[in-house]
């Protein structure tokens, strides 16, 4: 049996409440392209939140479907959700991992301007 539409938007909804940290993670890499540009960090940061968050949703919608799968084709997609989630996790790793680098360089360089003075 098919899941309704409701069932859906239901599960959708439980998705995004269980992944608040998530939202709220998404808000501030969206916020702080707002604020310094899109650059490499903001976009690695960005594009793996989202990616994360839409693992996180569709790992609850797809709860109502493992009726229609059964166990196999519900394992294959939490193989296929895990692996993008893995994804999104290493961009978002990578562009945090940036946006510290160029934290630190620039405090090195401002730090470094203040002692010739």
């Not at 919608?61 to 519900?74: E, H, K, R």
């Amino acid at each position: 049996m098919e899941p309704t539409i409701t069932k859906i938007l239901f599960q959708i909804f439980l998705g995004l409440i269980t992944s608040l940290g998530q939202v709220c993670i998404l808000a501030i890499c969206i916020y702080y392209i707002l604020k310094a540009g899109s650059k490499s960090d903001g976009a690695l940061l960005c594009t793996g939140s989202v990616i994360w968050l839409f693992c996180s949703v569709s790992q609850s919608v797809g709860t109502l479907y493992i009726s229609i799968w059964g166990t196999t084709g519900f394992q294959l997609f939490t193989y296929i959700i895990q692996g993008c989630s893995m994804l999104g996790s290493l961009l978002f790793v990578l562009g945090f991992f940036i946006l510290i680098r160029k934290v630190i360089q620039n405090k090195n360089t401002l730090h470094t301007t203040n002692h010739a003075n």
